[in-house]
């Protein structure tokens, strides 16, 4: 499968030497594009490694500035802040640069590295450089462990991790997770292993990377308008299988990814190896009777399976997307050679992140889970799909989705729906088409200023307690972005926590 937008690599024999820590890049001119986190890093890095690098960032805010000068005193060549610097691809000391390292969330349509095409001169994302940097002499090379999907690739990271260092290996999340991936490069910790969270952008940006196992969790409608079209997310998001050596890891429930594997160009002997919440066929990881079970990595796999884990071990609430998020980190883990008991050790002290999928309270028998980081449409089916009877609190800014499949596919499950947020029209629309006889309540309507999201909340909270009966959940799982009340989907789980811990202790007062 390849990308119309495909990213080219033109012939330059001084890069394709650039395959170390330890090569020739004294000297190499260099332009990096963007000054957020992985641009920083990037930055500093080839500056440590003597190359001549110009950093551009459309942003001249102070916290730029700062960097700036950080940048500068560490050896940059210089540092253009502004949005006109964005627009053609400046000069590295009167010539044009040999190589451009953009970051990740810069679409390939921006002036400066449409410049960088027209010059053929080659793009790569902070990942591809980290790559190239992986080997260095007198250190242990690390493995790379890679995760991308629309969904769960945080949760699937941290597991992943979480397993490796309970088999006693020196591992760490890296990537769009939070710790740069050339920053762990650069740590004074020898790390044996990566694992590593790609998003389609720094997939797209991504030429030589050949991980010792990678995997696609899921795949949805995302991001299509920075990709041009879903079509190119998919080819996009199918690089992490390229070059594997070991094992490509499929969700098994999606032909797109399937397709994915197929297409794919790996290293002899690597092998396809599929995972889903249910019982698994040979070369697959599933769940039997409760327990999650390997028929892919055992000797005797034509015949039995083997036990890795119990369902129960993956969490509080073992919900079926985070059960098949453990299967894909058990399935990269045994790709590594990890033990089955290191697997089950690992899933038992991992600590998920707040706000997916977090059960907050249960009182009197009713359950309230906060998945507030359920921004999208995808996301919350999942949510939606684990629990029933349900309170839905939803809504936020919607950014023209189109909830129609959703609210179709969960209907019977919707107790009541507590819509939240500014932007509602189309989650209003499709609940009074797809689910007419579901109570609808537009709390934001209730409250004097729309803007104030904790209010919005705290009254979403006292109503949803209004309405439910034991057994029932109470779900935040809002399948909107939460600027428009709320300063980030962390604030407004964290609004959510604050309101049901009142009533908590209302109740029990």
Partial sequence: ???????????????????????????????????????????????????????????????????????????????????????????????????????????????????????????????????????????????????????????????????????GKKAIAVGNVGTPI??????????????????SFQLHWTHSMAPLASVVLNVAEDHVDWHEGYPNYLADKARIFENTQVACVFNANQPEIISMVEEADVQEGCRAIGFHADTPAVSMLGVVEGLLVDRAFTENRQKEALEVAAVSDTGALPTK???????????????????????????QTFEPGAHRIQLVANTHGVLWVNDSKATNPHATNASLASFNPVIWIAGGLSKG???????????????????????????????????????????????????????????????????????????????????????????RGNSFIHAVTELVEEINS
């Fill in 182 to 199: 050339l920053d762990a490069l650069r740590d004074p910790v020898e790390y044996e292993y990566f694992a590593v969270e790609l998003s």
């Fill in 401 to 491: 989705v189109d909830y129609t499949e959703l609210v179709q596919e969960h209907a019977d499950r919707l107790k009541a729906v507590l819509v939240i947020g500014t932007d509602t029209k189309n989650l209003l629309q499709a609940l009074e088409a797809e689910a007419p006889s579901v109570p609808v309540y537009s709390i934001t309507d209730q409250v004097e200023d729309s803007a104030d999201g904790k209010l919005v909340l705290k009254k979403a909270v006292a109503k949803a307690h209004e309405l439910s009966e034991q057994n029932d959940t109470v779900l935040l799982a809002p399948a909107a972005a939460s600027m428009d009340q709320f300063v980030s989907y962390a604030d």
């Fill in 321 to 347: 997307h985070t059960v098949e998020n453990a299967l894909a980190a058990a399935a990269l883990a045994r790709a590594a050679g990890i033990s089955p008991a290191d697997v089950q050790k690992g899933l």
């Fill in 1 to 167: 499968m390849k990308a119309t937008n495909e990213n080219p690599l033109w012939n330059n024999p001084r890069l394709e030497e650039l395959t170390s820590w330890d090569a020739s890049w004294a000297g190499l001119r260099v332009v990096v594009a963007g000054l957020g986190v992985s641009g920083f890093a990037a930055a500093d890095t080839l500056i440590e490694l003597g190359a001549r690098v110009v950093v551009v960032d459309g942003n001249d805010s102070e916290a730029n500035q700062q960097k700036a000068e950080t940048l500068k005193i560490v050896g940059a060549t210089d540092v253009l802040l502004g949005a006109t610097f964005m627009d053609s691809l400046p000069q590295v000391e009167g010539d044009d640069p040999e190589l451009v390292v953009t970051s990740p969330g810069l679409r390939p349509t921006l002036g400066l590295l449409a410049d960088a095409v027209e010059k053929k001169i080659q793009i790569w994302g902070d990942v591809e450089l980290a790559w190239r940097l992986n080997r260095r002499e007198g250190r242990a090379t690390p493995q790379w462990l890679c995760i991308t999907g629309t969904n769960g690739k945080t949760t699937t990271v941290g597991m992943t991790e979480s397993i490796l260092q309970a088999a």
